[in-house]
């Protein structure tokens, strides 16, 4: 039996029918070029990077569960049998109290870094050369893209980073640097200072989010992994444009970050993506303490039982 404690929403069938109907429609239109080149067998050296780098796949962006926010009636049907859910007093919820206890170290490093990023002034001075590391002092034919032409001769290249500089904060773009690149970064990052470099102006810190709200399913709600899952898309779109690779071929016309204007309009667009980044970062850390709190309801009501 529920309590008032339990900060869940309950849903009637009509209910979670109608946002489960809104979710589907919404996540197919996102994600219609994914799934037609995927039927044809096709790539797309910019969108595909979602799916390739991290571990989450298109069939669970279509997918609507409840989530940690609320609990279903008339649903044992449809939704008992799935990983993590269960039916207590005729209603389907997550089984936040068991999720909890086996993710307990990843919600808190969750928890840790993304307060820091929260914390930490947002900077905007990287320009975007984290992706010209990667190419940098390669040919053409050894880079991560090699099927996509680069804009500028590799010796140009080697001179727009020395010139611009290497101030990347993210040890995830930094470990992809080349062994020429890594050294000429301001910072030499490893995985067990992340928390302590992280920030809010980063593309790839912020596109990152996704990454988190991905590991708290089925706690994460569906429309907040499809917010994160839009920004990180259009974080990926920059993130490239801005890229020493020419990307015409795929319709993208490139943030020549080579120049005074075109390092003005990267950070111009890297300061909207962190604002919307921030709001996903709080509704994130909102989440953790909703989860928490779930778990801790749930836990009552199975010592009240035994």
């Known amino acids: 039996m529920r309590t008032p404690d339990d900060p869940r929403e309950l849903l009637d069938r009509p209910g979670w029918q109608k946002l489960r109907a809104d979710h589907r429609a919404r996540a197919t239109a ?27 796949r298109p069939g669970l962006l279509l997918r609507w569960h409840p989530g940690v926010h609320r609990v279903l009636a008339d649903a044992a049907e449809e939704f008992a049998a799935l990983p993590h859910h269960r039916v207590r007093d005729g209603l389907v919820e997550v089984d936040t109290e068991t999720v909890v206890g086996r993710r307990r170290d990843t919600i808190a490093w969750t928890r840790r870094l993304l307060t820091a990023e929260r914390a930490r002034p947002a900077s905007f001075g990287c320009f975007g050369m984290h992706e010209w590391a990667m190419v940098y002092g390669l040919r053409a034919d050894q880079t991560r893209h090699a ?13 727009v980073v020395d010139r611009v500089g290497l101030r990347c904060s993210h040890f995830d773009a930094f470990r992809f640097f080349t062994p020429d690149a890594a050294p000429r970064n301001t910072v030499q990052l490893t995985r067990g200072d992340q928390e302590a470099h992280d920030q809010g102006g980063c593309l790839h810190a912020n596109m990152d989010l996704y990454k988190w709200a991905g590991k708290l399913l089925p706690l994460t709600p569906p429309e907040m992994l499809l917010d994160t899952y839009e920004l990180a898309r259009d974080i990926r779109v920059l993130d490239m444009r801005a890229s020493a690779y020419d990307l015409s071929g795929l319709g993208y016309s490139p943030v020549a970050v080579e120049t005074v204007a075109g390092r003005a309009d990267y950070v111009a667009q890297q300061r909207d993506l962190a604002a919307r980044a921030a709001v996903i970062r709080d509704r994130i850390l909102d989440l953790l303490d909703v989860i928490e709190r779930v778990s801790r309801v749930q836990a009552g009501m199975s010592n009240a039982v035994t």
Do not use: I, K
Request: no cysteine; net charge neutral.
């Open 147 to 159: 099927a996509l032409p680069l804009r500028l001769a590799p010796g140009e290249v080697r001179d």
């Open 30 to 56: 996102l994600l219609a070029p994914v799934l037609e080149r995927r039927r044809r067998g096709e790539r797309h050296a910019v969108e595909d990077f979602l799916f390739d780098y991290y571990t989450l």
